[in-house]
């Protein structure tokens, strides 16, 4: 039996599959339910090499669906589905993972798609800043006309996520995000240390997040994980708003015959009911870190309070930074 983590992206393939392939959609839905279950598959199964510990399953019509083995465990994160193009798509571009360890929470690193690839791939001058080094000071003062890719990082940084010490000169005047030069680094890069090179990509083509992320990890605040180990499992479960999993599969059963996947992010666990039934005698506050599921919780009990007051004049609000959320909500 092996748990089964969603992620939010598989939930937008799900939706189109839904839509235009149903008898795919069904044959999907059952392998989700097998794997929780311990049910063995009748669903083809095939190896891939371009992620870690990859498992792939062929579905009908050229569809297929891509999961990622965690490390020492019978988890599976389930990555990818659709056909061929848009898969390929998908393992080209997912990079591993990224740990916060202040918050305990897992992302996703990958190549920015088409759609979502900043026009100048450069770092913005909006990063938020860091302390400069005498050496990257005397670097942008030497460089006054040209606004180096990796011009945010420093010897220290790029030999902190691998880059053999021949190459960081190279990488650090590079100022032409598509040049040659700089494919030609990132290749070497990725000769001595693949991960290095993922970094460097992701960062060079990424949105501000992205870069944000890199520079975090090669500050040694965050940690680069190609692939998921048993022990990042509680990351896995405490990151409630990208990776989503069900205790029961009945659970999972129930969200995939209904296909209202809009209600993961207002997914209620059940160690959560008591907060949203119980009674306070005044106000009360929650805490957590950022993601275990506070504003769901506040929305649950929002619902039971409001659903108590039909029929009277009286409402209930509801307030939240989160757009999204509050679109669901309403």
């Known amino acids: 039996m092996a748990k089964v983590y969603l992620r939010p992206s598989f939930q937008k393939d799900l939706l189109g599959l839904r839509a235009n392939h149903r008898v795919n959609y069904n044959k999907l839905c059952a392998l989700l339910v097998e794997l929780e279950t311990g049910v063995p598959t009748v669903v083809d199964r095939r190896a891939e090499t371009r992620i870690e510990h990859c498992v792939k399953y062929e579905l009908q019509d050229g569809y297929r669906v891509v999961f990622q083995k965690v490390e020492g465990s019978e988890a599976l994160v389930a990555l990818c589905v659709g056909k061929h193009d848009h898969v390929d798509g998908f393992l080209d571009s997912h990079k591993g993972w ?11 690193m990958r190549l920015a798609a088409v759609d979502e690839a900043t026009v100048n791939v450069v770092a913005s001058n909006t990063l938020a800043p860091r302390i400069p080094t005498e050496e990257s000071m005397k670097r942008v003062i030497s460089s006054e006309a040209r606004m180096a890719v990796f011009r945010l990082f420093d010897d220290a940084m790029l030999r902190g996520i691998g880059v053999p010490p021949a190459l960081v000169e190279g990488l650090l005047n590079v100022d032409d995000p ?10 070497q890069v990725a000769n001595d240390n693949q ?4 970094l460097l990509v992701s960062y060079a083509t990424g949105d501000r997040e992205t870069q944000d992320a890199v520079l975090a990890v ?8 190609p692939q998921l180990a048993h022990a990042d499992e509680a990351a896995l479960k405490a990151t409630t708003d990208e990776f989503i999993s069900f205790d029961d599969p009945k659970e999972m059963e129930e969200v995939l015959d209904t296909g209202k996947f809009e209600q993961w992010q207002l997914f209620l666990h059940p160690d959560q009911t008591q907060l949203v039934c119980r009674r306070f005698d005044g106000p009360a506050r ?12 506040a929305l649950h009990r929002a619902r039971r309070q409001a659903k108590a007051l039909l029929g009277t004049n009286r409402r209930i609000l509801f307030t939240t930074f989160n757009r999204a959320l509050a679109k669901y909500a309403g």
């Open 218 to 225: 090669a500050r040694g605040e965050r940690t680069y994980n």
């Open 178 to 187: 598509n040049s040659t030069q700089l494919m030609l680094l990132l290749q």
């Open 195 to 198: 991960g290095a090179a993922d």
């Open 98 to 108: 990224v740990f916060d360890p202040a918050t305990g929470r897992m992302k996703e």
């Open 286 to 297: 929650i805490r957590g870190i950022s993601g275990s599921g506070k504003t769901v919780v």
